[in-house]
Antibody, heavy 115, light 106 residues
Framework: VQLVESGGDLVQPGESLRLSCAVSGLSIRDHYLSWVRQAPGKGLEWVAVVYSGGSTDSADSVKGRFTISRDNGNLYLQMNSLRQEDTAVYFC????????????WGQGTQVTVSS | EIVLTQSPATLSLSPGERATLSCRASEAIGNNIAWYQQKPGQAPRLLIYAATTRVTGIPARFSGSGFGTDFTLTISSLQSEDFSFYYC??????????FGGGTKLE
């Protein structure tokens, strides 16, 4: 199993960015796929999930601004109206089901929001 | 939202010593807790899930215990590569999925 994120960049507040995660070695339609972020020097924060059935959920801190989606072998995070507090390393990660842990992680992609 | 509180924030020990890391949940979560190790610049690595089950390939010196609200990760005899950050995470009642604030083992 391999997860490879891309799309991180330096952007200004209010701008948009789209992250991608290429997933290989497992069927993304049989797993839950999430984005988890880590601000500089801080802990881990769950951002959003797409369930195996295709429905989605997100954290209150990003609701209305971030949209998670998937297609064949790829996970995406569309981030709009970015804020300085969204600055973080963004990881994609997989779960086998609702009570499962995150068993596979990507290496992360850096998003910096600054004027 | 289920809040996970990890203690201590920093644990200072020496190689060969025993490490005990704690994670307390704000409400009962059964055994739906996982532990991760994270080294600087790397992704988290799953160590323990379902409170007590060690992932294949994780050394036997790592063990997990607990049920309900209080959980412990124990490293029986510290090796140099164990000095790192450790996070607990619950998957009992979500969204949101939540993590503890972390313990730095130095």
């Amino acid at each position: 199993v391999q997860l490879v994120e891309s799309g991180g960049d330096l952007v200004q507040p209010g701008e948009s960015l789209r992250l991608s995660c290429a997933v290989s070695g497992l069927s993304i339609r049989d797993h839950y796929l999430s984005w988890v972020r880590q601000a500089p020097g801080k802990g881990l924060e769950w951002v959003a999930v797409v369930y195996s059935g295709g429905s989605t959920d997100s954290a209150d801190s990003v609701k209305g601004r971030f949209t998670i989606s998937r297609d064949n072998g790829n996970l995406y995070l569309q981030m709009n109206s970015l804020r300085q507090e969204d600055t973080a390393v963004y990881f994609c990660a997989t779960q086998r089901g609702y009570f499962s842990p995150f068993d596979y992680w990507g290496q992360g992609t850096q998003v910096t929001v600054s004027s | 939202e289920i809040v996970l509180t990890q203690s201590p924030a920093t644990l200072s020990l020496s190689p060969g010593e025993r490490a005990t890391l704690s994670c307390r949940a704000s409400e009962a979560i059964g055994n739906n807790i996982a532990w991760y190790q994270q080294k600087p610049g790397q992704a988290p690595r799953l160590l323990i899930y379902a409170a007590t089950t060690r992932v294949t390939g994780i050394p036997a010196r790592f063990s997990g215990s607990g049920f309900g609200t209080d959980f412990t990760l124990t490293i029986s005899s510290l090796q140099s590569e164990d000095f790192s950050f450790y996070y607990c995470q619950q998957s009992s009642d979500w969204p949101p999925l939540t993590f503890g604030g972390g313990t730095k083992l130095e």
